[in-house]
Every structure is written in C-alpha cells, then in structure tokens.
Nanobody
Framework: QVQLLESGGGLVQAGGSLRISCVTS????????MGWYRQAPGKQRELVAT???????NYVDSVKGRFTISRDNAKNTVYLQMNSLKPEDTAVYYC?????????????WGQGTQVTVSS
C-alpha cells in the first residue's frame, strides 16, 4: 500500500506565495510521474502541474509563470511553489502519483490540502 500526505496549505492574501508538499510512503519500486490537481467548490477537479521522473514538467495555462512543480526523489516528495496567488487559485489541492509496485503500475491520491487566497 502507498500513502501520500500533503501539507503546507493555508490562507494567503492575493499576490502572496505558498509552497505545498506531498510526501509519499509505502511499498513501491519507483515513482514515475507526480502531479498536483485542484478542485474548487462547485467545479471539477483539474490538473495543475505534473513532473515526470526525468523532470519534465507540464502546467495548466492559468498557472504558467506563477507556479513551479519540483520533486526530491531522495525524499519521495513533490512540491508546488505558488507565487502571485489569485483568489481564483482557491481550491483543495490534491497530490497524485504513479508507481511501479509488485502488483504492477498503480495510481494513488492524497487527501488534499486547502489553499485559500483572499482578495
């Protein structure tokens, strides 16, 4: 079994910055891609950013130039640095990752961390 635990969410004023983290634990051989998704009230969950095991990154257009995804493989951790935050960034942010395990390729989600940006 694999677990993902997000942290670092909170309340910040518009224009501010926040860094959220997601540490993974459990039994697996390798983490391939990792990513952050978000879900605002009344909206569908959307992809924010992804990073592969060769550190290729991808961002949704609305966060390009403001958010940076990174990972520390030694710590099994993925980060999302969020700068120039806007009220529309308010959402629950979820960590997601793909793993190679003894049972094959598996995908897991974290429980989410709330990010609230006040205007």
């Amino acid at each position: 079994q694999v677990q993902l635990l997000e942290s670092g969410g909170g309340l910040v004023q518009a224009g501010g910055s926040l860094r959220i983290s997601c540490v993974t634990s459990g039994s697996f051989f390798r983490i391939t891609s990792m990513g952050w998704y978000r879900q605002a009230p009344g909206k569908q969950r959307e992809l924010v950013a992804t990073i592969t095991d060769d550190l290729s990154t991808n961002y949704v257009d609305s966060v390009k130039g403001r958010f940076t995804i990174s990972r520390d493989n030694a710590k099994n951790t993925v980060y999302l640095q969020m700068n120039s935050l806007k009220p529309e960034d308010t959402a629950v942010y979820y960590c997601n990752a793909n793993y190679q395990t003894s049972l094959g390729t598996r995908n897991y989600w974290g429980q989410g961390t709330q990010v609230t940006v006040s205007s």
